[in-house]
RNA sequence: GCGAGGGUAGCCAAGCGGCCAACGGCGGCGGACUCAAGAUCCGCUCGUGUAGACGUUCAAGGGUUCGAUUCCCUUCCCUCGCACCA
């Protein structure tokens, strides 16, 4: 057999057409509850890189899987079509987004195809169709009835690069880059709709929990996301210092700014406040900008939020710390930030590390008021807080009559006792700014009225349709003069259209609803089909999107099953986070040029190949390196496979139902329990190296003798059914060259009696005899053995052994003796007595006398043929005694004649 | 700093209370086949050992247990996410 490969190119294409006649991956309107199985629709960038083709090999192949089990399958595919390349190609190539967005479609739609994915075409959305987004409007306007849509002023991040707006979650890291571009993210103050995710924060952070089927990394980004923190809020009288008066001349009173409401999440903190700080753009710190120079250079020039020092001024002003009457001192610092909490907050030095920082270097007080908990009996000591803050919870000190309160009490009694303290949440999760200054996306339905402000466009209006592409800088719908001017639909004046469109998040927010009915004409998805279908069963992408996309998912779920009549409350029920193909243990990427080319692979080995390495390869979580030498050797197992089918059809063997065939027909079964419990778990690794076993057997079976026609077959056709759903076009080929008539695709999954704690019992038998034999032969130096008797242990053993199982008797050699067919063993029950009683607590239940004699008996062949010696497994009555005393449940005595 | 996930023989990587000197693969070594190479097949790959044994190992150190790679604690290291978050 050489090594040569087979005509990949022929057998895909022959099998791919065969599909499409049949139209074998299409899901009825009418079936009740399909598996659903989705894999994160693509951007359509025109090329497919290698992470797409894992994520869709995993979706695909789980999706076969489970159809070959008789479930109605649901696995659809579409494009995130819009979005900010398009534009910037369309500049580029002087042509139109929409042009080159579909040219990439058709492109990648292809090399989909050409690797065998098997979706549901006729069920295909693109978000850029007015037929698709039109709905997002719709949903625009549904959110906006209920409430959960605001227009307001906001200090936004802006792109330079993409000019456009970026939500919180698309500026990534410390450095505060743009996700797509890396480009440095500004600050900018702009008019901006929002979706008020933040309505649903405690459900969607507490709903966490019960997504068991979700990994723990993503549960655990969502909850710190989201960021729920318990606390409270209290007001500071703030107020000018007696003497700040006096330089505005005599007799003016201090002025008063009234009360300013900081959160705290150490409220039994308060009696060691010793200033209070105020972020620069908080109103208070803009107002003294205007009049004191000071402030106004700090505000204006040296505050740096980013710099790793806590910098700020003095105002002159002074807070009234409510728990103690202290005036305190009142600075503007560039640590306190106006989005965190109030913009303001009680600084208590002693017990806050960053508060320690800023009052070292103003030489403020720091006290401690919080003691460490003492020993039973003891008094409380105060920490030495003059290096560090002692963050920890503890014991009041120093609080007047809190002092000896634990932390927890006193949060809760001075909360109660403070007038102006009230229990308090905050949330890091902000909600969610949708506009977005670009032309390829969903146009906002807004029209702005002088005289009637913002007015959603009329549902019978919808869609709002983007206009031609005009290539201009910035944005091309402000340029769309006549598409821009329109009237008001309440009051009939001139008016301007909204010319921002929306974030292309919000088309991913419920594109799985979409697929459940892709053409309907009078609602985003049918409802009653819906609440059959969804949730999606098991979901599958990249770990990128953690946050951004399946949070907006899990928010637009719980909105639509609110106010829409949606009855699932949740996306997905089952989400895999596949990991990075690398290579040399880099992420691959075009500016590091060390990207595979799917294509390429294709070209070279087949799809099947490609699929097969892939998912061999690793645990689909995990990382894996790309290397061409398991791609080769991929191949060329499935280059072999074919041989082996092939000469199986064309020379029929005529071999015995023997021993050996046994042992061949357990293996089959062995390996379908196992492969199938593998697939149900997605760790197609483990499966797929059952799969290559269980055909090494059967290269070996043919090798050693001639097969038994029947197993042999049965083998190949388990061996083509477990490998069709990663290698689907190949085991098409090979199902019909094995005669079956009908697709693989549809074909039964297999089936095996056996369980797997039987199978890896008998495998571990026959396994460590071996061993033992191995073992026996190298250490005894025999060089040529004659002959190996293989003694299996009589029946009486294994009840002794079972009755040591079950017995909890201190004497378990009394108990044994009890049984009278076991005391007549004499001296050899006494000693096997003393083994188990030696191994009492290690003891587990073997396979049966029977059970182990016939699978060392069926495994004969494999010691005979490496030992070149005839093997006879012999049974407890026909064996001398010497050889008894050896023999063991679960280990045989092994006798060589040398 | 906080949180999540990890650290297993030359490398990758399973195992996650006894079946474990620890699956599998790669690499290396030896053998079969072959004119030869490749492919394929059979072994070996911590140490000692003339009958299946013993000794030392699963980041380090403690602990629980009759028994720990597996459970608990501490420390160190790695990867990822969040973070001047009040």
Not at 40 to 48: A, F, N, R, T, V
Not at 61 to 67: E, G, L, N
Not at 245 to 270: C, H, K, Q
Not at 361 to 380: C, H, Q, T
Request: aromatic content about 8%; charged content about 30%; glycine content about 6%.
């Amino acid at each position: 057999m050489s090594d040569a490969g087979y005509d990949h190119a022929t057998v895909e294409r022959r099998w791919q057409e065969a599909w499409d006649e049949e139209d074998a991956y299409r899901t009825p309107d009418d079936v009740e509850d399909p598996t659903y199985v989705l894999g994160m629709y693509p951007y359509p960038s025109g090329k497919l890189h290698m992470g797409h083709v894992r994520n869709y090999t995993i979706t695909d192949a789980y999706a076969r899987f489970r159809r070959m089990q008789g479930d109605d399958v649901l696995h659809p595919m579409g494009w995130d079509a819009f979005g900010l390349p398009a534009e910037n190609a369309a500049k580029e190539r002087d042509t139109n987004p929409r042009d080159w967005t579909f040219d990439c479609i058709e492109t990648m739609t292809e090399q989909m195809e050409s690797m065998g994915f098997g979706y549901d075409w006729d069920r295909e959305i693109a978000t850029c169709t007015p037929e698709y987004y039109q709905w997002n409007q719709w949903l625009f306007e549904r959110f906006h009835e209920e409430g959960l849509v605001e227009r307001r002023d906001a200090e936004v991040n802006w792109c330079p690069h993409c000019e456009t707006v970026l939500a919180d979650e698309q500026v990534e890291g410390e450095a505060e880059l743009c996700w797509r571009c890396d480009t440095p993210v500004e600050q900018r103050e702009l008019e901006q709709w929002f979706l008020k995710i933040t309505e649903y924060a405690d459900e969607l952070l507490e709903a966490i929990d019960d997504l068991e089927g979700w990994p723990n990394s993503v549960r655990q980004m969502q909850r710190n996301w989201i960021g729920r923190q318990y606390g409270a809020e209290v007001d500071f009288e703030v107020s000018e210092a007696p003497r700040a008066s006096d330089g505005r001349g005599e007799g003016s009173e201090p002025r008063e700014y009234g009360p300013v409401t900081a959160f705290t999440t150490r409220l039994d903190t308060i009696h060691g406040a010793t200033f209070f700080a105020l972020a620069p753009d908080h109103p208070i710190s803009e107002a003294l900008a205007e009049e004191d120079e000071d402030v106004r250079r700090f505000v204006e020039e040296e505050a740096d939020p980013d710099g790793d020092e806590p910098n700020g001024v003095a105002t002159g002003l002074t807070a009234t710390n409510p728990a103690t009457g202290d005036e305190i001192p009142v600075y503007v610092a560039d640590f306190v930030l106006s989005d965190v909490g109030t913009g303001a907050l009680m600084a208590v030095p002693g017990h806050d590390e960053r508060d320690h920082i800023f009052a070292e270097k103003k030489g403020l007080d720091i006290v401690p008021v919080i003691a460490p908990e003492p020993e039973a009996g003891e008094a409380p000591e105060a920490p030495d807080v003059e290096e560090a803050a002692y963050t920890e919870d503890g014991v009041l000190i120093n609080s007047g009559d809190y002092s000896g309160l634990d932390s927890e009490t006193a949060r809760e009694r001075l909360t109660e006792d403070i007038d102006s303290a009230e229990e308090a949440t905050q949330y890091q999760l902000r909600d969610w700014g949708i506009s977005r200054q670009r032309y390829w996306g969903t146009p906002i339905p807004v029209i702005h009225c002088e005289e009637c402000g913002p007015v959603t466009v009329p549902e019978e209006d919808l869609p709002v349709e983007l206009p031609e592409f005009i290539n201009t800088t910035g944005n091309p719908l402000d340029a769309a003069e006549e598409w821009k001017q329109t009237t008001c639909p309440e009051c009939g004046g001139p008016a301007e259209r909204e010319t921002d469109t929306m974030d292309t998040f919000v088309d991913s927010s419920w594109y799985f609803l979409r697929y459940v009915s892709p053409g309907l004409e009078d609602a985003p998805f049918d409802l009653e089909r819906a609440n059959d279908w969804m949730p999606v069963d098991q979901y599958v992408g990249g770990i990128e999107h953690a946050v951004m996309h399946l949070l907006y998912s899990r928010f637009f779920t719980k909105v639509l099953a609110d106010h829409e009549g949606l009855e699932h409350r949740e996306p997905f029920t089952n989400l895999l986070a596949q990991g990075m193909v690398q290579l040399e243990g880099e992420k691959m990427s075009k500016s590091k040029g060390n990207v595979v080319s799917p294509q390429r692979i294709v070209e070279e080995y087949g799809a099947d190949t490609a699929r097969l390495f892939m998912m061999q390869a690793a645990q689909p979580e995990r990382d894996f390196d790309w290397s061409e030498e398991g791609v080769r050797s991929t191949n060329a197992f499935l280059a072999r496979l074919k041989g082996m089918v092939e000469d199986y059809v064309s020379d029929e063997p005529a071999g015995d139902d023997d021993a050996v065939a046994s042992y061949v027909d357990g293996e089959i079964e062995a390996t379908i329990a196992l492969a199938t419990d593998e697939y149900d778990d997605l760790t197609f690794n483990k499966a797929l190296r059952e799969t290559q076993d269980l055909v090494r057997t059967l290269r070996q079976y043919r090798d050693y003798a001639e097969p038994h026609a029947e197993t042999y077959e049965r083998g190949l056709s388990a061996v083509v059914r477990l490998l069709a759903p990663v290698a689907p076009h190949l085991a098409e080929e090979l199902w019909d060259e094995l005669g079956n008539d009908g697709l693989v695709a549809d074909a039964a999954w297999p089936t095996a009696e056996v369980d797997r704690d039987h199978v890896t019992k008998r495998r571990r038998l026959v396994e460590n005899t071996r061993e033992d034999i191995r073992d026996i032969v190298e250490v005894a130096g025999i060089e040529d053995p004659n002959a190996i008797d293989v003694v299996v242990a009589p029946d009486w053993k294994y009840d002794a052994l079972e009755i040591a199982i079950e017995s909890d008797a201190d004497n378990l050699i009394g108990e044994l003796m009890q049984e009278s067919h076991i005391r007549e063993q004499g001296d050899a029950a006494a000693d096997y007595g003393q083994d188990l009683q030696a191994e009492r607590e290690a003891l587990s239940m073997t396979l049966s006398p029977e059970a182990e004699y016939a699978a060392l008996e069926s495994a004969a062949w494999l010691i005979e043929r490496e030992f070149e010696a005839p093997v006879t497994v012999v049974g407890a009555d026909e064996a001398d005694e010497g050889a008894l005393a050896n023999a063991e449940p679960g280990r045989p005595a092994i006798e060589i004649d040398d």
